[in-house]
């Protein structure tokens, strides 16, 4: 890694007042004299050893006080803090009796090790993992480059790649557990240099390559995560996830989707939020699919309906094709698993 | 030359066991029975080093930290095709604690003019040019990203079948010879042949060459398979990299070298810098693995050494994962035609194979011998290409060409079982001679319970079961040049010393177990001292040489010394040492119970503080198939695979394998055990998850690393159950022989056979991902 | 409240307190410090300082390891990985991928195994690190170690360290695992060799042992 200094922050003014810059900007700009927020440092650190990024100086907010507790009320729901690992959230109770999809997303991310590093909240802000992203070697659009290098039809490696909103960047988002947040309509909390606070909701956070192709997300270079929150589920509110990997120890999702639903009595889907990972630049939240299953009774050939529905809007790269059936199959899955 | 008849075991037990008479040269120890009546060969044993691995003791290449050591990394290219113009390192050279830049440079030959100038032209992005030594690795990276290479590009190929195509970009204009990593890559060619980036094709091996009148052949075939087969190129992806520590600050250079070769290692470095060998010793005591490519010193080796004569310091060279991958070897990848004929009994009456396959810069793509050897079949052919293209230089990868050629041919002949309307386990029964196979096949199938097998594609549900079949060969080659001292040493001591090395296939364990077992002493009672090139040299860990070529050996020189040994013993006693024997750490004798004496005590009658005896292999009893060091008989195995395919979603999971092999003498169950999951393990993963992925557009490869380069962890590994079968042949004085190619051979063709079985639809690529499977369910508009 | 100085390491008038450090010319005169994660906490209303930044150049930290305190020479850029290989000679934990992606490199930071290559050594603060070294006590092999051995469990021995880690963990943590158990707890370790079927024996017997 480069030479860089390290600063270890004690609050979030202090932590504030340091950074420069968001390391999505330093991706695209490469100025190579920034400072940047670390928190468990799993993302950070890769960019790092791979020589696309070479900050100044990294600004440790990991041991921030008052950043890493979970709380779950009732009527109040979930409050996760930024700094609380995976391995904290996946082992946590409550979470695993209130959110399932959460709990079940979690469990599926990374590995042990890397769970006892990684924070939610470097977990959500992290960067996509398309090969030419993180290679050093290709200037893609995302880095400030002139082109896209996996979309070329005859000679792009693109069987990782988005099938939906895959007009400009075809990478997909690499956090799987924000299919699972986005899909309980999580808040993001976010905290400025100047003391305000505000909530953004996951559909709002992040941001798709069409709208901005140096960002995933919307945080600016003086804003901090704080908090990730979660509404209290109702009395009939069901979750699932699955997540479909090549290799089920440990791997980048195929293609994963997080279901949430409030389902009244006789089985019938009163309001679904359905949200597919790895199909799109960002969390894609299906209206297609929410659409098609809403206030209908959850059978077999519904779930089907509603999972096709989905994938009408998929355009296929030349490599990754699979992925339509795939994502039919696995969202009709989770939609039955809920009942 | 003076010989004596002695009756050996033949055969395999349980089967076929008999007795066989060889003439034997008279200096050879007595006759080993069966291993039921032996105190520790063929039992298990646990490893001399264990201990050292599991408390992090044990000190690989990578953890080497001697006085003064500077650390180094390597200059590479990274564009795939280009002439260097200028190579510009003053800024490098200047950057604080930087001790040293080497640049590679073309040889200059007087009168004439270098092609591509100062510098050698790059024909692959990873190719070497250079290195830097400094205070620390930060420091060297630091320093590398201050050279400046200019580069004037030119036309390259990355794809190999875009490569094939008259007009392709031509990545060698001259006759090419073998250049990179030696080892039997495939079926090494004359590079000369050829048009365009197409070289060869061979067209024989040390099997022969065609046999009979394919046309004919296939005139009397009443069925007749035509199939293309296509396997990827694949990257070692040892845990330890490949790299050295080099110290040379005496008048001896010394290589530490995470190494399958230290002998071979020693020869290069004293060729490439005009040294007499006794002037170079090379070190391996642990290293991280292997698998076929660390068989030569690489561009690493010289350029440690040039760094360290720079410097004046050692100098610590080990590759990083990324150069790992892209540079340091691969086993090809292979497009294979296969056309093969039978009458409708059955018999094979053609086999006709052409395969193209590319090895990169490096020649060797082929696809072994399988379909030459493994079913007797009178007419046949092979033409096998390589293919250049601008990528990574191919290397011996565990049964180099033979992985390739069996997951085609075992797939050809269970659609030709299909065709025929036979069970394919039955099929191979009908058209297989060999005798260790039929066993094999008949224990293999009850333990794996064969006869739960369903008609492909015929279960009902979402998920479904497949059980499939594969088999292979494997030669037994031998090392004629291995050599071992051993050491009695007056003190009760015993060691054992060679310049062969253990890469963590268990050989230093199997040396104690030999000398244990000859001289009545435990394993813990011998020093087994390895991989260093001041003793006798031994063989390099490839070809699954080292069992059958190192063991002889050590058990004559053992022999040797403990003829001396109780010579002395016998003088003392005053009887007729023939009359002596060893066992439980006492001399006896075989008439007289009263006399007795401990092994340490004896060592005292000793003059000298060591009795010292040095054995090379001798001859096979019987002879060779082949001079230069092929002996009779073949490693055979069959490997059985069941798995569960999710047609929804395309996951294949391999839920058991059973693994039957053989292995002549087995000597050490624990690590026999131990080598065939790792040959089905990397079967698997070859099977289904791994591919090197290049980029066409800009020629590097794009998964570089261990996130997305895919090899199977902990949820990935099925059940596997191992079956031994002991085979006795005669053929040395421990009849022993290695095991950790063939375990790599048949896995893939059996769980591709499996995946047939599950889906009723044929795979003819690999990796079998999930997209494959819902492609070949034509779920994939 | 504790006595922040005991905490930090730094006694007075023995070594230099956190108080007389030098900014600017990168603090590698500075002496030692332990970098305490919770001495920045919630009662530190002292104003901020340069005391929270350190580097790019080498500094002297403490880092307690296997019981024992070290002092070394670092920078930031140094990962827990490289300071325990090449500043204390612990080479037990391996660098294989430098990416946190095959847990050779594993540690435990206060007995949570994690990934020393992607953290930096200023990331340790007062967390203890156990490394392979420090898993037999007095000499006497922990009971995973005693059935690696026993049950053929390393080859070229490379994964060793990091499986065993992930192993001792699970069964210091989990009294009766079952081989679910044992592949969760090590699905992150990568081994080429293919050690996985012995690991998983040797793991399951341990664990009988220890009841």
């Keep these: 890694m480069n030479k860089f200094s390290w600063y270890e922050a004690k609050s979030v003014e202090d932590a504030l007042e340091q950074v420069s810059s968001t390391v999505s900007e330093e991706l695209y700009q490469q100025t190579n004299n920034a400072s940047v927020f670390k928190s468990g440092g799993i993302d950070l650190f890769d960019w790092v050893k791979e020589g696309l990024l070479q900050p100044e100086k990294i600004v440790n907010i990991r041991n921030i006080p008052g950043l890493d507790k979970i709380s779950y009320d009732e009527k109040k729901g979930l409050s996760i803090g930024s700094n609380v690992t995976l391995a904290e959230i996946a082992s946590n109770p409550e979470i695993k009796n209130n959110y399932l999809a959460l709990h079940q997303a979690v469990n599926h991310a990374a590995t042990p090790q890397l769970r006892n590093i990684s924070t939610l909240g470097g977990n959500i802000a992290q960067r996509n993992r398309c090969w030419y992203f993180r290679s050093a070697d290709h200037d893609c659009y995302r880095k400030g480059g002139d082109r896209c290098f996996a979309r070329h039809s005859e000679n792009g490696e693109n069987e990782n790649h988005a099938i939906i909103d895959n007009g400009s960047c075809v990478s997909i988002h690499a956090s799987s557990i924000s299919t699972a947040l986005m899909a309980f309509n999580a808040t993001v909390v976010i905290v400025n240099n100047e003391g305000k606070k505000k909530n953004v909701s996951m559909d709002e956070f992040f941001v798709t390559a069409a709208k901005d192709i140096a960002m995933e997300n919307i945080l600016q270079a003086k804003e901090l995560i704080t908090e990730i929150i979660i509404p209290a589920p109702g009395k009939n509110t069901k979750s699932a996830y699955i997540k479909q990997v090549a290799r089920e120890s440990y791997d980048w999702s195929l293609g994963d989707v997080a279901v949430v639903f409030e389902v009244s009595g006789n089985n019938t889907c009163r309001s679904a939020s359905i949200v597919l990972g790895a199909a799109a630049p960002i969390p894609f939240r299906s209206m297609e699919a929410q659409k098609a299953i809403e206030d209908k009774l959850i059978t077999n050939e519904n779930a089907l309906a509603a999972a096709k529905a989905a994938m009408s809007i998929a355009r296929p790269l030349a490599k990754n094709g699979y992925k339509v059936p795939l994502f039919v199959a696995t969202i009709k899955q989770a939609i039955l698993e809920i009942s | 030359m003076d010989t004596r008849k002695e009756k050996f075991p033949y055969g395999i037990p349980g089967h076929n066991l008999s007795e066989i008479e060889r003439e034997i040269p008279i200096e050879e120890p007595p006759v080993w029975p069966v291993n039921d009546k032996l105190k520790i060969i063929g039992k298990r044993v646990t490893r001399i080093d264990a201990l050292d691995k599991v408390t992090g003791k044990a000190k690989f290449t990578s953890d080497m930290k001697l006085p003064g050591m500077l650390y180094a990394k390597m200059l590479r290219s990274n564009v795939p095709h280009a002439t260097i113009t200028s190579i510009d390192i003053s800024k490098a050279e200047s950057l604080a604690g930087v001790h040293a830049i080497h640049l590679i440079e073309n040889a200059q030959k007087e009168g004439e003019e270098n092609k591509s100038g100062k510098y050698p032209m790059v024909k692959y992005v990873g190719q070497p040019l250079g290195g830097i030594a400094a205070e620390s690795l930060e420091i060297a990276k630091d320093a590398l990203k201050l050279i400046k290479v200019n580069y004037e590009k030119k036309p390259f190929v990355i794809d190999i079948e875009a490569a094939m195509e008259i007009g392709a970009p031509i990545v060698f204009d001259v006759p090419i010879t073998q250049q990179q990593d030696g080892g039997d890559v495939g079926e090494t060619h004359d590079g000369s042949k050829g048009q365009g980036n197409v070289r060869g094709p061979s067209t024989s091996s040390f099997f022969g060459g065609p046999r009979g009148d394919l046309a004919k052949g296939f005139e009397e075939a009443d069925v007749v398979v035509e199939k293309t087969y296509r396997t990827q190129v694949q990257t070692h992806m040892p845990l330890e990299t490949h790299g050295v520590v080099v110290d040379w600050n005496s008048d001896v250079m010394m290589v530490y070298a995470s190494t399958q070769n230290t002998a071979g290692v020693r020869n290069e470095m004293a060729s490439v810098f005009n040294l007499p060998k006794s002037k170079v010793r090379v070190f391996c005591d642990f290293m991280g693995g292997g698998f076929g490519a660390k068989h030569s010193a690489g561009s690493f080796g010289p350029m440690a050494a040039n760094l360290a004569k720079k410097s004046g310091r050692p100098v610590w060279l080990m590759m990083d994962r990324k150069e790992e991958h892209h540079s340091e070897g691969n086993r090809p990848n292979s497009i294979q035609y296969l056309k093969i004929g039978a009458k409708k009994d059955g018999t094979l009456t053609g086999i006709q194979q052409r395969s193209h396959g590319t090895a990169g810069v490096g020649l060797g793509a082929g696809v072994g011998r399988i379909a030459q050897v493994l079913y007797p079949c009178p007419n046949f052919a092979t033409e096998q290409y390589d293919v250049l293209t601008n990528a990574g230089p191919g290397a011996a990868w565990r049964a180099p060409g033979n992985v390739q050629g069996a997951f085609g041919l075992e797939q050809a002949i269970d659609e030709l079982a299909e065709k025929l309307n036979m069970d394919p386990l039955t099929y191979r029964d009908h058209i297989d001679k060999s005798e260790v196979r039929k066993v094999e096949r008949q224990r293999g199938a009850k333990l794996f319970d064969w006869s739960r097998r369903k008609p492909a594609g015929s279960g009902k549900g979402t998920v479904k079961k497949g059980l499939g079949v594969g088999q292979s060969t494997w030669p037994r080659f031998v090392t004629l040049d291995s050599s071992v001292e051993v050491k009695i040493h007056n003190d009760g001591g015993v060691e054992i010393r060679s310049s062969v090395q253990d890469i963590g296939t268990g050989t230093k364990t199997i040396l104690a177990q030999v000398v244990a077992e000859e001289l009545g002493l435990q394993v813990n009672d011998i020093t087994v001292n390895i991989g260093d090139t001041f003793f006798p040299v031994g063989p390099g860990s490839g070809g699954s040489v080292v069992t059958g070529s190192i063991t002889p050996p050590a058990r004559n020189a053992t022999f040797e010394a403990k003829t001396a040994l109780l010579k002395l013993v016998a003088k003392k006693w005053e009887k007729d040492s023939s009359a002596l024997f060893m066992e439980d750490g006492m001399i006896g004798h075989k008439n007289d119970a009263s006399l007795k004496m401990s092994f340490k005590e004896a060592t005292k009658l000793m003059r000298t503080s060591q009795i010292s005896k040095t054995a090379s292999r001798s001859d096979d009893y019987g002879g060779f198939q082949q001079p230069w060091g092929l002996a009779f008989g073949d490693l055979g195995s069959v490997q059985f695979a069941e798995v569960s395919v999710n047609t929804d979603t395309g996951f294949v999971k391999v839920d058991k394998i059973v693994a039957a092999h053989s292995c002549g003498r087995p000597l050490n169950l624990g690590q026999l055990e131990s080598q065939i999951n790792g040959g089905v393990i990397q079967g698997l993963s070859y099977a289904l998850y791994e591919n090197r992925v290049m980029d066409n557009a800009t020629g590097h490869m794009m998964n570089a690393n261990v996130d997305q380069y895919k090899v199977p962890f902990s949820m990935e590994i099925p059940e596997i159950e191992t079956l031994i079968v002991e085979e006795y042949s005669a053929l040395s004085s421990t009849d022993a022989y290695g095991i950790g190619e063939p375990a790599n051979i048949a896995t893939a063709a059996a769980i591709a056979n499996a995946v047939y079985n599950a889906i009723g639809v044929r795979i003819y690529e690999i990796p079998i991902t999930p997209s494959s499977i819902l492609k070949a369910l034509n779920k994939v508009s | ?211």
């Design chain 3, 1 to 211: 409240m504790e006595d922040k100085n005991k905490k930090s390491g730094a006694k007075p008038g023995n070594g230099i307190s956190r108080r007389s450090f030098i900014r600017g010319a990168g603090l590698s005169t500075a002496g030692s410090v332990l970098l305490t994660t919770n001495a920045f906490a919630l009662n530190n209303k002292e104003p901020l300082t340069a005391e929270n930044e350190f580097g790019p150049d080498a500094m002297t930290i403490k880092m307690k390891v296997n019981g024992i305190t070290k002092s070394l020479s670092v920078e930031p850029r140094t990962t827990l990985a490289s300071a325990l290989r090449d500043h204390l000679e612990l080479t037990g934990t391996k660098v294989v991928c430098d990416r946190g992606s095959c847990s050779a490199c594993t540690v435990y930071l206060d007995g949570k195994p994690v990934n020393s290559c992607m953290l930096s050594v200023f990331d340790v603060g007062d967390k203890e690190v156990t490394t392979i070294e420090g898993i037999a006590k007095n000499g006497e092999l922990h009971p995973v170690q005693q059935a690696f051995i026993e049950h053929d469990a390393s080859q070229c021995g490379y994964c060793t360290p990091g499986m065993v880690m992930s192993c001792v963990h699970l069964v210091d943590n989990n009294s009766d695992p079952n081989l679910e158990d044992v592949k969760n707890a090590t699905r992150g370790n990568l081994c080429r060799c293919g050690t996985h079927p012995h690991v998983f024996k040797a793991t399951m017997d341990a664990s009988k042992k220890m009841i």
